[in-house]
T-cell receptor, first 115, second 112 residues
Framework: QKEVEQDPGPLSVPEGAIVSLNCTYSNSAFQYFMWYRQYSRKGPELLMYTYSSGNKEDGRFTAQVDKSSKYISLFIRDSQPSDSATYLC???????????????FGQGTILTVHP | DSGVTQTPKHLITATGQRVTLRCSPR?????VYWYQQSLDQGLQFLIQ???????AKGNILERFSAQQFPDLHSELNLSSLELGDSALYFC???????????FGPGTRLTVL
């Protein structure tokens, strides 16, 4: 079983829809949670960064972390065709472990927003 | 543009060969990370360097090695290449370990 599970989709929604992307994880040492967006043939670009449990909002994007359920989410409001990309969740453990600094990624969800 | 540069963009080579991928981190970043992205395995952490020293290691094959030089650029060496090594190789950098990682555009390696 992978440490981080993410539904690869693909996910296709109409413009203006609310998109929900999710990841589950098994390693309780994960403390830092990120969402990256990757356009085709490009490097991943950081969208959201959260520490421990809670919500964080940035424009049309909201990240939620529920450590008790080992579940994280990214919501995209008023989705646009330019949001079409692969969305990757990523996590890292707290300081002091051998995996310090290492990001563990989900498989990525391919999102298409059609006009 | 993240500020992380990687060369070359594309690399085509044959099985059994050796290649070197180069990464220049963002100005001021001391930490460099290497990742491999393939269709079946996704994005996998290979190795991390901080200010010239190896800091963390992932599932990096023995045929692969890396180093970070005094000017902080890093090189990933892949030897005895196999068809299965074909993938995108990304470099990322951060100010220090646990800071936000910024990814470069990647090097696409094709092994024929």
């Amino acid at each position: 079983q992978k440490e981080v599970e993410q539904d690869p989709g693909p996910l296709s929604v109409p413009e203006g829809a609310i998109v929900s992307l999710n990841c589950t994880y098994s390693n309780s040492a994960f403390q830092y949670f990120m969402w990256y967006r990757q356009y085709s043939r490009k490097g991943p670009e950081l969208l959201m960064y959260t520490y421990s449990s809670g919500n964080k909002e940035d424009g049309r994007f909201t990240a939620q972390v529920d450590k008790s359920s080992k579940y994280i989410s990214l919501f995209i409001r008023d989705s646009q065709p330019s949001d079409s990309a692969t969305y990757l969740c990523a996590m890292s453990a707290n300081a002091g472990g051998t995996s310090y600094g290492k990001l563990t990624f989900g498989q990525g969800t391919i999102l298409t927003v059609h006009p | 543009d993240s500020g992380v540069t990687q060369t070359p963009k594309h690399l085509i080579t044959a099985t059994g060969q050796r290649v070197t991928l180069r990464c220049s981190p963002r100005s001021g970043d001391l930490s460099v990370y290497w990742y491999q992205q393939s269709l079946d395995q996704g994005l996998q952490f290979l190795i991390q360097y901080y200010n010239g020293e190896e800091r963390a290691k992932g599932n990096i094959l023995e045929r692969f090695s890396a180093q970070q030089f005094p000017d902080l650029h890093s090189e990933l060496n892949l030897s005895s290449l196999e068809l299965g090594d074909s993938a995108l190789y990304f470099c990322a950098s951060s100010v220090a370990t646990m800071d936000t990682q910024y990814f470069g555009p990647g090097t696409r390696l094709t092994v024929l």
